[in-house]
């Protein structure tokens, strides 16, 4: 989940509680303030949802969800055995990728300082954080420099493949800044034998409808600015990745992983670097 870059957003927080309250973290990643915020702003997402507007809980859990659900099949397939998550928060995906699948795959969650302060110290002080399994500090909108994505993916280990997972935070950036973070995205899984890119995406298309706008109305506020839609449909963000440097793209649905209005609106891009020969991105059920 993403942070602001200056300092932990309350979407962080908010998100965190949401992972633990359906069972998808660990309690440690759960924080005080999260947990305030969700009982606090339960009575209002209940009504909203009673008079036919989007939830954003079954939002979040959606949109989780399908990109775990992606993530899943890369590395079952063998395409992948590296994960860099962008801008991972207090996911816990990266702790339950860790568990479930051991010395299989390599896990790194990046985030700014302070974000990655905390995480450490969460998942050192409940004995949660493995071998395979990293913290590091990564800025998303670095160029280069150490704290770059292509200096990070720089790290891994260059014979396996590699996943780069961003969840929420491509709301938070301009057009410009999504391009060219597609752009190094693309430059860093271009090293690897396969590259997978997996990130959620509001089009703006599909979010002008009363229940959508609802939901995304209140994702703003939670996240204190607009909710950036930076695409009119699925074939312009496609043809987007494609001159970003990915070879192929698919778009996945929330209603492949939920039958929740608000997983109408879930879109999840998988992009291919096509690397070596390896597989393509699976085609949405």
Do not use: C
């Amino acid at each position: 989940m993403a942070e602001s870059r200056t300092s932990i957003s309350p979407t962080a927080h908010y998100t965190a509680a949401v992972w633990a309250h359906n069972g998808l973290s660990h309690p440690a990643l759960s924080t005080p303030a999260g947990r305030a915020m969700y009982w606090s702003s339960w009575p209002v997402m209940r009504a909203v949802q009673e008079l036919g507007g989007v939830g954003l809980e079954d939002f979040l859990l959606a949109r989780h969800v399908l990109i775990d659900r992606r993530l899943e099949l890369a590395i079952e397939s063998g395409r992948v055995s590296q994960v860099i998550e962008v801008a991972a928060g207090m996911s816990p995906r990266g702790w339950r990728f860790a568990e479930r699948y051991g010395e299989q795959i390599t896990y790194l969650e990046t985030d700014l300082p302070e974000m990655v302060e905390r995480k450490r110290a969460a998942l050192r002080g409940a004995g949660l954080l493995g071998p395979g399994h990293r913290v590091e500090v990564l800025d998303a909108l670095a160029e280069s420099g150490e704290r770059s994505l292509g200096a990070v993916a720089g790290d891994l280990e260059p014979g396996g493949g590699v996943a780069i997972i961003t969840e929420g935070l491509l709301s938070y950036l301009d057009r410009a800044a999504v391009l060219g973070l597609w752009r190094r995205a693309a430059e860093a899984l271009g090293r690897f034998p396969h590259g997978l890119m997996l990130s959620d995406l509001h089009l703006a298309g599909e979010n002008r409808g009363a229940t959508t706008a609802i939901g995304v109305r209140l994702l703003s506020m939670f996240i204190r600015g607009d909710v950036r839609l930076h695409f009119e449909d699925e074939r312009e963000a496609l043809a987007a990745l494609r001159s970003a440097g990915f070879a192929e793209a698919a778009v996945h649905r929330g209603s492949d992983v939920s039958d929740t209005r608000g997983a109408a609106s879930i879109r999840v891009i998988e992009s291919g670097t096509g690397n070596r020969g390896g597989p393509t991105p699976a085609q949405p059920a």
